[in-house]
């Protein structure tokens, strides 16, 4: 019989109670969605065994939009699109159920314009998780890993626990708005994923750090100063927030 570790099950319990803290605490007033996805897919790809992640929302006409990513490296954000049109994503969100790809390189599915870009860019499996409540599916997270293999019954369980408490918090927003409302959210979330990328760059820059480490110090300020993602990222993209102040404080 094998040992069991008591002390990693404990580490990881706690990792697991952090994870649905951070998530459930994008979940404020006036809360951002980039916050709070970007936050869902940073803390998966922490948690479970996987290299790159992303979320990808449906806009009126059903098409998938790309709204949080773990990096805006072009070959990542491409791997995402291409998944959205012919992959995992899109069967993921038509179907409302979980797509799991243990071996890219061998999966009969006929995605090959996926299969050859994920390939190149080094990865091997791709878990897709549907943004889902009671039937109805808004959109999809995407995980990437460089090795094959599935996620575990126990990993795939939490990724799905976690979207789906993202999912309740966005549909329930979703459900004081009206539906032109909606679509102006998701056209301010793509402008502000790309806002955030660029204040990430020049955090990372100033601190010498991750762009993981710059996205949390980010968070950070807008959440101790009380202003959406949004706001700090402009601010720190047009410099009337000190990057250089910002990263004292997150220290």
């Known amino acids: 019989m094998h ?7 404990n580490t990881r319990e706690e990792r697991i109670n952090d994870a649905f803290v ?17 936050t869902l897919v940073y803390t998966c790809t922490q948690l479970l065994d996987v290299q ?4 990808l929302l449906a806009d009126g006409t059903g098409m998938l939009e790309l709204v949080a990513s773990t990096s805006e490296e072009a070959e990542i954000v491409e791997v995402m699109i291409v998944a959205a049109g012919a992959g ?16 890219i390189e061998t999966d009969p599915r006929d995605w090959p314009r996926f299969r050859r870009t994920a390939l190149d860019q080094g990865f091997r499996a791709a878990h897709a998780t549907p943004l889902r409540l009671h039937g109805e599916v808004i959109g999809a997270m995407n995980l990437l890993s460089t090795e094959a ?13 976690l979207a789906d408490v993202a999912t309740v918090g966005i ?15 998701l056209h301010l979330a793509l402008d502000t994923r790309i806002l955030v990328e660029q204040a990430k760059g020049v955090l990372a820059e100033v601190r ?16 101790t100063h009380a202003v959406t993602l949004r706001a700090a990222a402009a601010g720190v993209v047009n410099r009337s927030i000190s990057a250089e102040a910002l990263v004292a404080q997150a220290r």
Do not use: K, N, W
């Open 52 to 55: 790159a992640g992303g979320i």
């Open 171 to 185: 549909l329930h927003e979703r459900s004081f708005r009206q539906p032109e409302v909606v679509a102006a959210q």
């Open 208 to 223: 010498s750090c991750t762009m993981s480490e710059a996205f949390d110090a980010l968070r950070d300020y807008a959440r």
């Open 88 to 103: 995992p994503c899109i069967d993921c969100y038509q179907t409302g159920a979980v797509v799991s790809v243990p071996d």
């Open 3 to 9: 040992a069991i570790d008591h002390a990693a099950d």
């Open 149 to 161: 293999g599935a996620l575990s019954d126990r990993d795939a369980q939490l990724a799905q626990a």
């Open 22 to 38: 951070r998530v459930a605490g994008s979940l404020v007033a006036d809360y951002d969605i980039v916050d709070l996805l970007s």
